[in-house]
């Protein structure tokens, strides 16, 4: 009975977690809203009563938290209201989100408040190292994965930065090209690099 109990509770606390797993919009998809609303642009003030890089009014830029003016915040502070927005409604307030065919994904509405490091990704999908140029599979060592592994941990693991494709790196390589239509071949190439930077979280 005590073992029954124990399977149960094992199996509920990994349905929570998993639950949990965050699937926030890609870098890219937000570089695209960005372009759409603002050229990019987070200082832009057009006088219009819309404000920095995703263009919020003054009430839902308070609605997440944000002081101030939003045009005036840093890049990582407008990021950050942002996905705390998109968390909260989803792509719902960007009337550019529906012009650009962008959908919702299981974090969206759930009202779950971001980090900052969580947030972190959005405004960098351009500022990350190039593929090195070689596809690396289980056992190789290069200072290259050393680069990946360490960026892996924005997205919850916790690499040490060994350089060494071993186990560890073979389940977060796989789980990354699976959450991002990648073919799940274990293989750390060019799509799956690009991924680490610019993908959607795996689930």
């Not at 509920?12 to 998993?18: E, R």
């Not at 994965?145 to 960026?151: A, C, E, I």
Request: net charge positive; with cysteine.
């Amino acid at each position: 009975m005590f073992f029954l109990r124990l399977l149960a509770l094992v199996v509920l606390l990994g349905v929570t977690w998993s639950g949990a797993a965050s699937a926030d919009p890609s870098a890219t998809d937000w570089q695209r809203l960005r372009m759409c609303e603002s050229t990019d642009r987070y200082e832009t003030d057009t006088g219009n009563g819309y404000y920095g890089a995703y263009q919020f009014d003054l009430p839902t830029w308070r609605s997440v938290g944000g002081v101030g003016l939003p045009h005036q915040a840093s890049k990582a502070e407008q990021d950050f209201r942002a996905l705390y927005l998109y968390r909260m409604r989803g792509w719902q307030p960007w009337e550019c989100a529906g012009k650009l065919g962008l959908r919702d994904d299981r974090d969206a509405g759930t009202k779950r408040r971001p980090s900052y490091a969580e947030s972190a990704y959005i405004g960098n999908q351009l500022a990350f190292p190039p593929w090195p140029g070689k596809v690396f599979d289980y056992g190789d060592c290069d200072p290259a994965l050393r680069t990946w592994q360490l960026r892996m941990n924005t997205f919850g693991y916790s690499f040490q930065g060994s350089g060494c494709y071993f186990a560890e790196t073979k389940e977060a390589v796989l789980a990354l090209q699976r959450a991002n239509g990648i073919k799940d071949s274990g293989l750390l190439g060019p799509k799956t690099w690009d991924a680490a930077w610019t993908g959607k979280r795996p689930g």
